[in-house]
C-alpha cells in the first residue's frame, strides 16, 4: 500500500513538473526608460527576473521584457489597469489610487529606500540651505515633482509648496531654470541623475544638509484580472523564496552600495512626514522589508 502511495506521489510530481516544462511561457511585459538617462528601475526588473526564475519548477517558464516603446507612467498604469494592455506589470510607489486600480504584490522591493528624499537644487540655493535649521524654515522652499508621482500628495499635506509638471526630464530644466527651489529625489536616485544632467545643466548640485524620510514602498503591481491573481501570486512566492534563501537581501545590499556610493549621508538633518497614501495593508511591522538608513547617518563623516 506505501508503495502504491509512493508511486503515485513520484507520478504526480513528474506530471506536474512535465505540464510546468509544457506549458507556454508566461510574458511579463513592463514599460521601458522615459528617456535615454533613466535608469531607475533596472534594478526591480532584475529582481523580478530572480523571482520567476526561483519558482519555474512550480509555474513554468517565463519572460521578463520590455515594451518596445516609451511611455509615461500613467500611460503605463492605464495599459496595465486594462488587463489587455501593451504591458502588464509596473513597478512603482504605492498610494490608495493605484492599489485600488491595480493589484499590488505588498512586498517593497527596495525596502522602503524610495522614501528617504534628498535634495537636487542649484548652486544659489544650496548656499541659502546650509543656514537652514527647522522644517518650517524648509518649507518656505518649493519643490518641483511630477504630477503623478506619490510624494506630491505627501509633501503637500506635510505643508510645502509643491511645482507639478508632467515631464520627468522637464522637471531638471524648470529647476535650472529656478523655476522651483529644489528637486525632491530618492536617495537611491539622485546621484546618477545629478551625473546624468551634471553637463547640459552644470548649476545643479546635490544638497549635502537634508534628508526627509517617509514610509514609501515600490510595489509590483499587475492587473486586477484572473491573470493577473495568478501572476501576483507567483511573484510573490518567488519573492519570499528570495527572502529566505538570502537571495533578495544579497541584492537589496548589493544594490544600495551601488546607488549610495557617491551620495554622503552622515550628519544629515532628518525631517521624518507621514505617508498619508499608505493602505492598512501596509507591512510596516515587518522589519525586514524596510531600511531607515540609521547606519549610514550615523556614520562618521569622512575627512
Known amino acids: 500500500m506505501a508503495r502504491r502511495i509512493l508511486l503515485g506521489l513520484l507520478l504526480l510530481c513528474a506530471s506536474s513538473w512535465a505540464l510546468a516544462q509544457t506549458s507556454p511561457a508566461v510574458r511579463f511585459t513592463y514599460p521601458p526608460p522615459e528617456t535615454a538617462n533613466d535608469q531607475r528601475h533596472l534594478y526591480y526588473w532584475q529582481v523580478l527576473e530572480a523571482a520567476l526564475a526561483s519558482n519555474r519548477d512550480k509555474y513554468g517558464d517565463f519572460a521578463v521584457e520590455p515594451y518596445a516603446t516609451p511611455m509615461t507612467f500613467q500611460r503605463a498604469a492605464a495599459e496595465v489597469e486594462t488587463g489587455k494592455g501593451r504591458v502588464n506589470i509596473v513597478a512603482r510607489a504605492t498610494n490608495l489610487d493605484l492599489e485600488t486600480r491595480l493589484r499590488p504584490i505588498r512586498l517593497p522591493l527596495d525596502k522602503g529606500l524610495l522614501g528617504a528624499r534628498l535634495f537636487l537644487v542649484t548652486q544659489d540655493t544650496a548656499a541659502k540651505l546650509e543656514k537652514v535649521r527647522t522644517l518650517e524654515e524648509l518649507q518656505q522652499y518649493t519643490i518641483g515633482q511630477n504630477s503623478a508621482w506619490t510624494d506630491v500628495k505627501i509633501l503637500q499635506n506635510a505643508g510645502f509648496k509643491v511645482v507639478i509638471a508632467d515631464d520627468y526630464e522637464g522637471l531638471f530644466q524648470m529647476l535650472s531654470a529656478k523655476r522651483f527651489d529644489l528637486f525632491s529625489r530618492g536617495a537611491i536616485e539622485i546621484d546618477a541623475e545629478w551625473k546624468a544632467h551634471r553637463d547640459t545643466l552644470?548649476?545643479?548640485?546635490?544638497?549635502?544638509?537634508?534628508?526627509?524620510?517617509?514610509?514609501?514602498?515600490?510595489?509590483f503591481f499587475v492587473p486586477r484580472t484572473a491573470e493577473g491573481e495568478k501572476m501576483a501570486e507567483r511573484i510573490e512566492d518567488g519573492l519570499r523564496r528570495l527572502q529566505k534563501s538570502g537571495e533578495f537581501e544579497r541584492r537589496y545590499q548589493d544594490y544600495k552600495r551601488l546607488v549610495l556610493k557617491d551620495?554622503?549621508?552622515?550628519?544629515?538633518?532628518?525631517?521624518?512626514?507621514?505617508?498619508?497614501?499608505?493602505?492598512?495593508?501596509?507591512p510596516l511591522s515587518d522589519k525586514y522589508w524596510w531600511d531607515d538608513l540609521?547606519?549610514?547617518?550615523?556614520?562618521?563623516?569622512?575627512?
Open 294 to 303: 540609521s547606519a549610514e547617518l550615523n556614520a562618521r563623516s569622512k575627512p
Open 202 to 219: 552644470p548649476n545643479l548640485v546635490i544638497d549635502r544638509s537634508f534628508m526627509l524620510y517617509y514610509p514609501l514602498p515600490r510595489y
Open 263 to 282: 551620495v554622503s549621508l552622515a550628519g544629515r538633518r532628518v525631517f521624518r512626514l507621514t505617508n498619508t497614501q499608505l493602505s492598512p495593508e501596509t
